[in-house]
């Protein structure tokens, strides 16, 4: 359908994933329009990770090896984009894999669940009455999380998430790792840790770098998480978008 | 659903139509992509109407006062947003109304034709056998258009558009008028004139425009779009957006 020489491809083609998502009945409708808010962002980082991202990952990937119960939450748009290496991820890093949805049906958690097993996951958690646990401060659905999963959890991977539930999660005393490639979004804001990338290039990455630090000992790990600043880490995301654009201005 | 004091009610609402019309058959998946992509935009100009966007409102009310034969295109997600609008704005500038798609089915078609005479339309071209006639240049059914709409049209406004389609009406001699709320959009470049602002305050500010402006005469009108530079125009947006998150890098 795409052809081969289209400037756009490869953000086609990651298109088509996520229409295929919600015809297949495990994205929501809104997981769309967040998708297209990523690729506009994606687009102002110039569609390359950039040094912030590298920083923060480095970072991510210590306080994951560091962690006791560290789970990766997985939402519609993970799931339509990346699932073998979320798959390949907990593997190395000794997570488990909770689905997370902000739209909760029964039907979408079994599709996902059904996505990630396809992908090679031997225990997918969150689905059904496994989601029985509750996290104080939310309403809805969208409080509940798995007692084997999240709830026990000290640090928690999201990739795309709502903001009210990152902030519930950080009150609960968890560390949070966000991809977020919106460095303005109040998950980026609150999260404990903010990787401003394309989930999409950030997986890749993740995986490479966990087996080659899990080879560092504890200290060398903990080293790399106390000189991270995430704050700076987003300023320096802003400062980027706003030179790149200023760079763009010129050039037309 | 959405409660009253929350911070992105009205963003949130704006959502919840393009989800509708996603569900009532007559707006394609993509579209719901499309939309996300201009939240991102309309966050990083501010959300409100700049000045840049007023100048080239003014230009493009004169260029449609002063037109032959305007037509106004309509796709979904113009369908879904400013259907009323769309209808008083043709009816103060004289103009046609034609449903253009990027995915075009006689069903979306239709549909958007009901929506559009449910806000009013008298005539609504580009349905079914009335896209007959064929714009060069483009391929499959996109390329399809009314003879009695944009075929002979000297200006076209079209919002969201696609690139190629823009190029294309251009190379026909055509003066496009794009709203695009993405100034590095192929359309924002590729267009006569670009609104880089959200469609949903456009419309309503054309209509006083058009209202106001109609009073003007030939000359004044011509002087206006004489003195319009959309190069300058998309400079100073992208100026704009690199300050503001200059500005935001600042404020963290």
Redesign the interface.
């Known amino acids: 359908m795409i052809p081969e020489n289209h400037p756009r491809r490869e953000s086609l083609i990651i ?1 088509e994933k ?2 295929k998502a ?2 297949d009945g495990y994205l929501a ?2 997981g ?10 994606d ?2 980082i110039g569609e390359k990770t950039q040094e912030f991202a590298m920083k923060a990952m480095k970072a991510a990937i210590a306080m994951l090896l560091l962690a006791k119960n560290p789970v990766i939450s997985v939402n519609g748009n993970m799931a339509a984009l990346v699932p073998d290496d979320i798959v390949r991820l907990a593997e190395e890093i000794n997570a488990k894999i909770e689905v997370n949805l902000f739209y909760r049906t029964l039907d979408r958690e079994k599709k996902i669940e059904e996505v990630l097993k396809r992908a090679g996951a031997k225990e997918v958690l969150g689905v059904g009455d496994d989601a029985s646990a509750v996290i104080p401060e939310l309403f809805s659905e969208r409080r509940r999380v798995s007692k084997k999963g999240i709830y026990i959890a000290d640090v928690v991977l999201v990739g795309l998430e709502d903001g009210d539930r990152t902030e519930a999660l950080v009150k609960m005393g968890k560390k949070v790792i966000a991809i977020d490639i ?1 460095p ?1 979004s109040r998950t980026s804001q609150m999260a404990s840790l903010t990787i401003v990338d394309n989930i999409i290039r950030v997986f890749p990455k993740m995986i490479s770098l966990a087996k080659e630090m899990k080879k560092s000992d504890k200290d060398e790990l903990q080293k790399i998480i106390n000189q991270y600043n995430n ?1 700076e880490i ?2 320096e995301s ?2 980027f ?6 760079q ?3 050039s ?1």
């Open positions: 298109r996520v229409v919600l015809e409708p809104q769309l329009i967040a998708h297209g808010r990523g690729e506009c962002f687009y102002l919106n303005l704050k987003l300023k802003l400062r978008i706003s030179e790149r654009m200023n763009l201005s010129l037309l």
